[in-house]
Structure formats: C-alpha cells, structure tokens
C-alpha cells in the first residue's frame, strides 16, 4: 500500500524513542536522522525534508517535549503535526463550486497521470452526492482518449459530450479513422453550453497530456482554461513519479496556475514522496486522492488524516464515511427484520456479502485502522477472492436450498460442491460458518430489546 514502507520506518524511528524516559538532545538528533533518511528514501524532496526536520527538531527541543509527561509521545504528536502542515493543512478546503452553474472543472496533467480515470471518478462521486455532472473529452491529440473517455462515463453512468469522430474540421486536414478531430478550445466552449442548455450542473474538461512539459501543450492547456473560465483547475499527478514530482508540479503551477491538486495511483506500491511534496511546494491544496482503477477508488483529501495514516494513527473518520456512503441502509435494516424473525437465509447472506465488497478492498480499509501496520503481513495475505468463493458455492445451491439450509443433505452437499467446482469440505465449512452467523445474528437482534443480566438493560 501507499506509504508503507515509510510508515514502517517512522513507525521504527519511535519505537526507539518509546524505550527511554526523558529525552536527550542526542536522542532527539537520532530520531530526526532516522525520519530524514525515511522521507528521502520515500522520494520526498530534499527542500521539503530540510524544512520539515528543522521545524520538528526545533520544536522537539523545545519546552512542550521537556516538560511533558511523556516526551516521547510528545515528539509524535510534533511529528504528525508537521506532516499534517506539508500536506497542506491551512490550505486545504472542500472543491469549489461556482454560484451560477454550471461549475467548470478542468482536469490538467501529463498524460498517463490518471486524468482521464479521474474524470470518471469524479463524475460518480458528483453523481453519487446529487449532482449532474457532464464529462467533456478535450483529449483530441491521443488516439482513442475521445473513447476511452466515453468508456468510463459509461461505466460511471455520467454523459460524455465529445466531438464527432473523424469530423473533419477547419483546424485540421488530416483525419485518421477513430480518432477525433477538432479544436478543442471549441469543444471545451461548446460544451458549456451544452450544459447550460440541457441543465448539467458541473462540467469536468478532461484535456490532453505529454510525455514531458511542452510548451505547446502548456499553451493549449492555458487556452481552454481561458475559453471556458473554470472554477478549478486541477492538477492530476502520478504519485509514483517520485523525484520528478516537483519539477513537474511547479511547471504546471507556471503554465496554467492550478487550482488544486489531485494525487493518483495513491494504491501503487509507492513511496509516496509526490504526495509528501507538491502541497508544500506548490502551496495548492490536496483535494482529492486516486487509489485504483475502479471507479470508487477516490476520496476527499484531508492532510491530518492522511498523516495519521502514514504515522499509523489510523483514518477512522474516512473509515466511517465510506462506510455511510456504501451502506444500504433500508437493505440493512431488511435484513435485521428477516434476522430477528428467524428468516435469514442464504441469498440474504449473499447481499451481506455484496455489502462488505461494496465497501471496497478490504485491505485499503484494514490500512485505515489505527495499529494495523504491525499486521501488514497477515493482511497482505487476505485473500479477497474468498468472498467470490463464497458466492460460487451459494450460486450453486437451488432457491429452496438457499431460503432453507436445515435441508441441505450429504448428496446435496456433494452436488453443490460438483456445480462450483469445490470440495464438500469447502461446503460444509460455509454452512458451519453461516449457521454460526445466524445464531450469532438472532442474538444480536433478541439483546435490541434489552441486554439479559444487565441491570438497567435488560
Ligand atoms: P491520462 O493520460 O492522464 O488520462 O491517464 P489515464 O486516466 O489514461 O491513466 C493512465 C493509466 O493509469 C491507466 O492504465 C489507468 O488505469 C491507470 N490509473 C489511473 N489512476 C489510477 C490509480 O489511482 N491507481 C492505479 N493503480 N492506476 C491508475
């Protein structure tokens, strides 16, 4: 996961700290070595290390670690505090959304950064919080991005507005088949109003990108931008590009004067230094994190939880609002009723499952859990591929056999098995684990009513 072999380091470079009572100078200056060579290691940049270790040190020497009852606490407390402020605590806010709809989000980066994955994104997220979001495909340069656009506002079930393919337009003379052609200032002006016209409420201008900075393509950058007047520009970077990072940021921050920033591939094994970087460097906020290809590997960035995550302190509040955003409450509460009354069978079982894929990869969310670097092994191993095992097993037994379990014998054990290609071990042990959730289950929703033997609650 992202950040973790950072996280383990500093992580390391406390535990030393832990062992000792009050604190030297000296111990001070080898936990601040430590972490230095931690955040050069995950690619942070040497301007952004130097700054953020004097202020730890300075601050670590100071009164509020000797005078506190635990010092070495106290010098974690400074140390995510100041990783919270280069993330950008100060600058960080919520995405800004114009008074007069539509709202012009334009999407700027190289190209392989993740934009046009963003795009999708942010179209469902928008969607999924209420909105009416357009997708706008001003990618006309690489072959196939008009498509691969209108792919993944398929998948999210937003609209695409795009230019015709192979409509040959005053700008061009050339036309290869597939691809689109066309001016895309004009296209990202038209469809403005479009959205106007039909009443989309946010309009996310995905635009091209290069290999390198160019200057021609900073330039078309700076002309949609002027063309449409957007109310964020965002910057889209790969967080595995590590050095390279800063340089690139602030070219972009020159040539088109972002808005905000966007960090993808968030779930790569990386070490994460673009992140650790661009906020300080750039002084733009983080609004959003990319974490995968799907489409709700995406969340809302916030600089004091993303520190705790690195230092593991755990996320627990992001934990709680992906929870809130997936859970289906009315299911839920559905299923408590079958519950209680003694119904609860095995394709209710099933939409429990889908609930808890719903929530997204179980790893991710184990990550966000205060404590849990120590069992980065055990969860490494977690094999999500057990709850499609689940399902095939159930998916093989007949609606009866699903509603009712009690009948489910030793040949119907045997062709279940034979139907998804398990072993009758495989099968029994789900319905050992089942009939143990189900009892479980029961006497969850019998102690609703009162805890028995609970003085006050019963
Ligand atoms: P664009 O050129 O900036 O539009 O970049 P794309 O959206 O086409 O993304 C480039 C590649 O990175 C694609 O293969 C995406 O599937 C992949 N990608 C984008 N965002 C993420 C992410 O957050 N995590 C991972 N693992 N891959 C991503």
Redesign the pocket.
């Known amino acids: 996961a992202a950040f973790s072999s950072l996280t383990d380091r500093l992580t390391g470079a406390f535990k030393n700290l832990r062992s000792k009572g009050k604190l030297t100078e000296s111990d001070i200056d080898g936990t601040i070595r430590e972490i230095r060579r931690a955040l050069l290691d995950a690619d942070v940049s040497l301007d952004v290390v130097r700054s953020f270790t004097a202020r730890v040190r300075e601050r670590a020497l100071g009164a509020e670690v000797s005078e506190a009852l635990n010092p070495a606490q106290q010098v974690v407390k400074i140390v995510n505090e100041e990783l919270t402020n280069i993330l950008g605590a100060g600058v960080d806010r919520p995405l800004n959304f114009a008074k007069n709809p539509p709202t012009v989000i334009m ?1 700027a ?11 999708g994104k942010l179209g469902y997220w928008l969607k999924d919080s209420g909105h009416t979001p357009l997708l706008v495909a001003c ?1 006309l340069q ?1 072959p196939n ?1 008009v498509t ?1 656009l209108q792919v ?1 506002g398929e998948r999210a079930d937003v609209p695409v507005f795009a230019p015709e393919p192979g409509v040959q337009t005053a700008s061009s003379d050339v036309v290869s088949p597939g691809q689109a052609t066309g001016d895309p200032v004009k296209v990202a002006r038209e469809s403005i109003e479009y959205a106007k016209r039909k009443l989309y409420d946010v309009v996310i201008i ?1 635009t091209a ?1 290069r290999l390198g900075v160019d200057e021609e393509l900073m330039k078309q950058a700076r002309d949609i931008r002027d063309a449409v007047n957007p109310n964020e520009v965002l910057f ?1 970077i ?1 967080a595995m590009i590590g050095q390279d990072a800063v340089n690139t940021a602030k070219a972009f921050d020159e040539g088109v004067d972002f808005t905000g920033v966007v960090l ?5 094994d990386t070490r994460g230094g673009a992140a650790l970087s661009v906020a300080s460097v750039t002084g733009k906020p983080i609004l959003f994190a ?4 799907g489409l709700k ?2 969340e809302v960035f916030h600089p004091d939880r993303m520190a705790s995550r690195i230092l593991d302190m755990g996320d627990v509040l992001t934990l709680i609002e992906q929870a809130q955003r997936q859970f289906d409450e009315k299911q839920a509460r559905e299923a408590m009723t079958k519950m209680s009354e003694g119904e609860f069978g095995l394709d209710d079982f099933i939409e429990q499952l889908e609930q808890v894929r719903k929530l997204g990869s179980m790893k991710k969310l184990l990550g966000m859990i205060p404590g849990m670097a120590q069992y980065r092994q055990q969860i490494d191993a977690l094999d999500e591929r057990e709850i499609d095992r689940t399902e095939a097993i159930i998916y093989s037994m007949t609606p009866e056999e699903r509603r009712n379990p009690s009948i489910i014998n030793g040949s119907r054990r045997a062709r279940i098995a034979y139907g998804c290609g398990r072993t009758v071990t495989d099968v029994n042990n789900l319905l050992d684990r089942f009939e143990q959730a189900a009892k479980m289950m029961k006497r969850m929703s019998s102690g609703a009513r009162g805890i028995p033997g609970v003085p006050g609650y019963g």
Do not use: I, N
């Open positions: 999407l980066g190289l190209q392989g950064a993740g934009k046009t994955t963003l795009a990618d690489r991005a691969q993944v995905d990108g889209v790969d993808s591939k968030l779930d790569g990319s974490t995968g290809e590997d995406f």
